[in-house]
């Protein structure tokens, strides 16, 4: 059995907190987007849809590759 108990601990966890932490990036971005020059607001967000985008995807390959044995 090459599955790590571990990491698929880690992963469950992580999979609850993922929304709390997009939510509450979500919300700082709301907040000091107006506050920012135009190069600033576009770098904030960029880095925030990638950030997420990557996090959604090592979540969901990491329970794919867990819970598969691969």
């Given amino acids: 059995v090459l599955s790590s108990l571990p990491l698929q601990v880690m992963l469950y966890f992580n999979v609850y907190y993922f929304p709390l932490w997009c939510l ?3 919300i700082m971005l709301h907040l ?3 506050l920012l020059p135009w190069h600033y607001q576009f770098l ?5 849809l990638i950030l997420s985008l990557a996090e959604g995807c090592r979540l969901y390959l990491g329970y794919l590759g867990n819970l598969q044995e691969k």
């Fill in 32 to 34: 000091k987007y107006h």
């Fill in 24 to 26: 509450a990036e979500g």
């Fill in 44 to 48: 904030l967000v960029a880095a925030f």
